[in-house]
């Protein structure tokens, strides 16, 4: 009997934690957070709402239930009774459940519509979902940029200890100001993905050759996570949503600072285009590229995954006609999981991975790819060299 009472008890404690614990580590285990968003805070307001209205529906059913049962038990001689129909009884539990539901409908609705109102933005971010990463594109600003995983594969090897934000984060963060009104507008270049961060009460599938809308206004500085909450893939669990919210003058300052980077970035792409670059050079950069970009479908071994993606190892393609090979990392492979690099990846870095993948991993080509063998691939494929010739 003591044990069912403590089990009874604890049952209890989660069917009521929204009454027992309205704040506190408890909170944050068993139920929703609040967010830092108006709209979250509404979301929150309505699940507790539609919480508490279904914590006194199974009050009443269960406790009729209960006394029907212990005052009118055979033990105590009660006699059921015999009917077939009460047209009383069930026009009160016809009107009763849709005045309920009525009720519950108006505060939802007006939640649904707050939470799908996008007009009136101060800012608009494309979000793009891609195998296994998010691609962020500031609307007028001329700056994008793509995020990864930043977790390093010893730690989820069990190599090394996990740390505090492990799978949760990433090289290059979403950064958004706080108080200002942001529309996100998501597709995908691949599958259907799912934008979550539940601090901001914001899920949006992504998906290819569509485009979703959401917004959020934020209230709070502060880094908040989240993650694709939608199974895409073999490297789902891979794909973190990490977004870093500041004060406005600090946004302003980093925009700025980004836009002077992404400047800078394309006069050294357009540098490199001329360079010639040592094997070591091409090697060290190449590996680097390799376990970021390609590891997550071949393996970092390049073993690959037999039935799902090819191993690069004494693969025919690395191995075997260099401009074929190029062709393949710039253009991707229509009907296959391989995805284009083209606009991933500078000129420089695709020749530092092709190098890599042809003169490591077990292979041994002796090629060297330098960023103006990419550039002659990139434009024997463009629309302008077509049409000339």
């Not at 539609?50 to 009660?78: E, N, P, Q």
């Not at 963060?173 to 691949?190: A, C, E, G, M, Y």
């Not at 970021?292 to 479908?297: D, G, I, N, T, Y």
């Amino acid at each position: 009997m003591e044990r069912l009472r403590v089990t009874l008890w604890r049952v209890a404690s989660l069917m009521f934690v929204g009454f027992a614990t309205p704040s506190g580590a408890e909170e944050k285990t068993f139920n929703m957070t609040k967010g830092v968003t108006e709209i979250s805070g509404k979301v929150y307001d309505l699940h507790m709402l539609i919480f508490y209205i279904c914590c006194a529906i199974a009050l009443v059913v269960f406790g009729a239930m209960f006394y029907s049962m212990y005052h009118h038990r055979k033990s105590k001689g009660a006699v059921a009774a015999h009917f077939h129909e009460s047209t009383k009884v069930e026009v009160v539990w016809t009107v009763i459940p849709i005045i309920i539901l009525v009720l519950m409908a108006i505060p939802a609705t007006k939640t649904l519509v707050a939470m799908e109102d996008t007009s009136q933005s101060d800012l608009t971010v494309k979000i793009t979902g891609s195998q296994w990463k998010w691609h962020y594109s500031y609307f007028n600003e001329d700056v994008e940029f793509y995020s990864l995983l930043a977790t390093s594969q010893k730690e989820i090897d069990g190599i090394e200890e996990k740390g505090a934000h492990y799978l949760l984060e990433v090289d290059n963060p979403l950064v958004l100001p706080i108080n200002r009104k942001v529309r996100f507008l998501l597709t995908s270049d691949d599958v259907i993905h799912s934008w979550w961060v539940p601090a901001f009460a914001v899920k949006k599938d992504t998906i290819p050759g569509f485009i979703n809308e959401a917004w959020t206004r934020i209230d709070e500085p502060g880094v908040y996570r989240g993650q694709c909450a939608e199974l895409c893939g073999r490297a789902h669990g891979f794909m973190p949503v990490v977004v870093h919210a500041m004060k406005e003058d600090e946004y302003d300052q980093w925009l700025v600072a980004k836009k002077e980077e992404v400047a800078k970035a394309k006069q050294e792409a357009a540098a490199s285009l001329t360079a010639t670059l040592s094997k070591d050079e091409l090697m060290t950069l190449g590996e680097k590229i390799y376990l970021e970009r390609c590891a997550v479908c071949h393996q970092a071994s390049g073993a690959g995954i037999p039935g799902a993606f090819p191993a690069i190892t004494g693969s025919k393609v690395a191995t075997g006609d260099a401009p074929t090979h190029i062709d393949i990392v710039v253009n991707g492979r229509p009907g296959t999981a391989m995805q284009a690099f083209s606009n991933q990846l500078t000129e420089k870095e695709i020749a530092a991975v092709v190098t890599y993948q042809r003169n490591g991993l077990g292979n041994n080509t002796g090629d060297l790819i330098q960023a103006s063998d990419v550039n002659a691939i990139k434009s024997a494929m463009s629309p302008d060299s077509k049409e000339g010739a």
